[in-house]
Structures are given as C-alpha cells and as structure tokens.
C-alpha cells in the first residue's frame, strides 16, 4: 500500500496534482466515529485489513478508487462525501490538471493508472468525471462497483469493458457505453496503443 507524506487537516483542499485519496482519512474518521463502528468492523466490511484504516485515518496511506467506494459503501454515504471540499460550485479544470486518484494498486507488471479527476468534491456532489489514459505496461485494473450509473466515452484507441456477470463490450474511439454501476466491472486496454478515455459516475441517488 503507498505511503503519503502529508496527513490531511481540517479543510484540506487538493492542489494541482496532489492525491486527493490521501487526504480521505479523516472523514473516514469522523464518519465511522458517528456510526459507532470500531476500526475492526469498518475494515471487515469494506473488505480492507484493520492496519490499513488505522493508516489512511492517521494521514499515513493513500487510497484508490475501488476501496475509496467500498469505504463509502461501509459507511453508507457517496465516495465524494469522503473527498476533501473542492471549494467553489463551479470548478475549472484546465487541459492536463485536476488531481489524480490510483486506479488500482501498483504491480509488478507495471503501475497502477492515475486518472485525473475533472470535477469538484464534497459532501452532497452526486457526479464525478474522470480522464484516463490506458497505457501497454500499466497494472491490470481492479474490479470496481458502486451504486449509480457509469458512463464511459472512448477518446481515443480501444478498450473493452468487462463485467463479472461474463459479458465484455468492446469499445473503440467516439464509442460511449452507459450502464448501471452495481455490477462489478473493469477496463482492459486493446492493442499496442494508448487509449484515452473519458469516464462519469454518478451516484445512487435514492440512497438514505
């Protein structure tokens, strides 16, 4: 698991570049404080080892976007409610900016993909855009759910998007695929060539 430098405060906003999963813990904190759940409970039920919460509440781990859902699932709330406040209503994401999340775990084939996030955070934001880039040599991606709905718009190259159910679309450039977020799914890059990929989630709104 990475290791992040900077703890979050009260308030932390993510800058440039910065990994705004690093800066999770303590609303992970506060969160699983309110619902009374020990650290132990927290972890069993988002499938994650007790040192490893104990860490990223500490400032002292990052975390990727599978288990950032799993969290938030545990404690019943959306992903972007654990997200530090973006500040404004409207935010501006120039070309090449916005922070950038781990897809997944680094692996001995490669690392892990880092998609930019594109729109603002906080509690009550139901909407969350992502740039990636799926390179030959990157880590395989993890399985991923989450309540709401996922669309995927292909850029540029080709993907194929799989699901646990064993169906697969392929998707090559200009093609958008929308489906329901629940079923566990992940991206795999086709061919020699990078793809660029646009990808929205949104979460369940019908959710307490």
Known sequence: MEREPTP????AQPAGDADPGALVGAAVRARRSAAGLSVA???????????FVSQLEGGRSSVSIPVLYRLAAALGCAANDLLPLSGDQRRLTRAGAGPRLRAGADGPAGPAQRPR??????????????????RPGDAEQE???QPGEVFVHVLAGRIAVEFTDGTCTELTAGDSLHHEGAVPHRWLLRGDAPAEVLVVLT???TRP
Do not use: K, Q
């Open 117 to 134: 996030l594109l729109t603002r955070t906080g509690e009550g934001v139901l909407l969350e855009g992502y740039h990636y880039v799926l």
């Open 8 to 11: 979050r405060g009260s308030g």
């Open 203 to 205: 979460a369940d709104v």
């Open 143 to 145: 399985w991923f759910a």
């Open 41 to 51: 409970e927290l972890a069993r039920r988002a499938g994650v080892s007790g040192p």
